[in-house]
């Protein structure tokens, strides 16, 4: 399954128009998912492909032309005891709007992002479009969990001359997924290239910064390496974030670092869940600039953090020519301990104390 696209034929969509959000539901073509799974793999491409062409809408647009937009993705998580649950949606709807507001768009209501998010959902399951829980998954603490993927974002309006949009779409589209990384070692590289600059837009969960993300992966993985590391712009020398995910050092001193948030860095919910678990687990927990060398020198463990990612160690980092391995390369136990909360939690195999979950079938 992997992180490949499949739609769900249920999809919402909404544009801003009159200064106001009109919204509705699209049931794409579709069969049962038996008969869509006993279907020759040729149709079954072509099915699956009608569900993410909509041929109403423009074409020439300020997202295709300039990559004016910004996204959000969020899990509905099978539950240990039956349906699915979303991981605290109502902070993506918080982001969200703070993203289209940073990119001077009328923001989505918070209220109808909640509310979309959960009917697609629910829409798709009551069509049989849903995933049961597997207690297989308990054994590598959901590493190779599924789960169905929410990606809600926007779309610019027709247009050719460089501008805003004031007239954006949003779009709720769902597909089910399997996990991102695989387990097992993880080499990291730093990477030269720069995610985002200072009074830049790395604080937006905008789609231009994935140019530079696709960019740095492919070279680290061409170059046989997991994951890439990234420096800030201004001086090359504090981290900043991996790929597309916030990153989190857990020191031999026994404190757990992550970079502090500013413009540069996505604030990140699985970051600030985490954070909020070690915390509670009397954990020493810094927001604060980590220099590559005290992290090269000092980490025992490192991992990455994010709703794909969720708690993924990073067994080495290389800089420069120079490799520092985190725990003999394996797992190391600490970061073992927070993704087994946080998945425990996110699954429904741990009591949620926090209200963090919220259950949608
Ligand atoms: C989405 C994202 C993250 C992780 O955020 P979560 O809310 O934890 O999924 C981290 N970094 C970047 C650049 C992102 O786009």
């Known amino acids: 399954m992997a992180f490949a696209l499949n739609t769900y034929p249920i999809t919402y969509r909404s544009q801003f128009i009159n200064g106001k959000w009109n919204g509705g539901y699209l049931e794409k073509p579709h069969k049962t998912p038996d008969e869509e799974a006993a279907m020759n793999a040729e149709d079954r491409a072509k099915l699956e492909n009608s569900r993410n062409c909509y041929d109403d809408m423009p074409l020439v647009n300020y997202t295709s032309q300039y990559g004016l937009a910004c996204f959000e993705g969020l899990k509905a998580l099978p539950q240990k005891n039956g349906g699915l649950a979303i991981f605290r949606p109502d902070q993506n709807a918080a982001r969200f709007a703070r993203s289209m507001t940073g990119l001077c768009m009328p923001p989505f209501p918070e209220e109808l992002f909640l509310e979309a998010v959960i009917e697609t959902v629910k829409r798709n399951a009551r069509l049989g479009f849903t995933l049961k829980y597997n207690s297989d998954w308990e054994k590598d603490s959901y590493m190779t969990a599924d789960s169905v993927y929410i990606r809600p974002f926007t779309m610019g309006e027709g247009g050719i001359g460089v501008n805003l949009s004031s007239e954006p779409y949003v779009m709720v589209i769902t597909t089910p997924v399997s996990a991102y990384f695989k387990p097992g070692r993880s080499d990291a590289i730093v990477t030269d290239k720069i995610r985002a600059n200072p009074n830049g837009t ?9 140019v530079i993300s696709a960019l740095a992966k492919s070279e680290a993985l061409k170059a046989g390496y997991m994951e890439c590391v990234y420096l800030d712009a201004t001086e090359r020398k504090y981290i900043e974030e991996g790929s597309s995910c916030n990153i989190f050092f857990y020191l031999k001193s026994g404190e757990l670092v992550t970079p502090e948030l500013g413009d ?18 009397g954990i020493k927990v810094s927001e604060r600039k980590i220099s590559i060398d005290e992290a090269m020198e000092e980490s025992k463990e490192c991992f990455v953090s994010g709703t794909a990612a969720g708690a993924t160690p990073l067994t080495s980092l290389t800089y420069k020519g120079k490799k520092a391995v985190f725990n003999d390369g394996k797992e190391g136990e600490f970061t073992v301990e927070i993704r087994d909360t946080i998945k425990g939690i996110q699954y429904g195999k741990l009591p949620d104390t926090k209200g963090w979950v919220v259950q949608v079938i």
């Open 202 to 210: 790395g604080w937006i969960k905008a789609c231009s910064n994935y």
């Open 264 to 281: 540069t860095i996505l604030p990140g919910i699985t970051r600030a869940s985490i954070i909020e678990l070690a915390r509670d687990k």
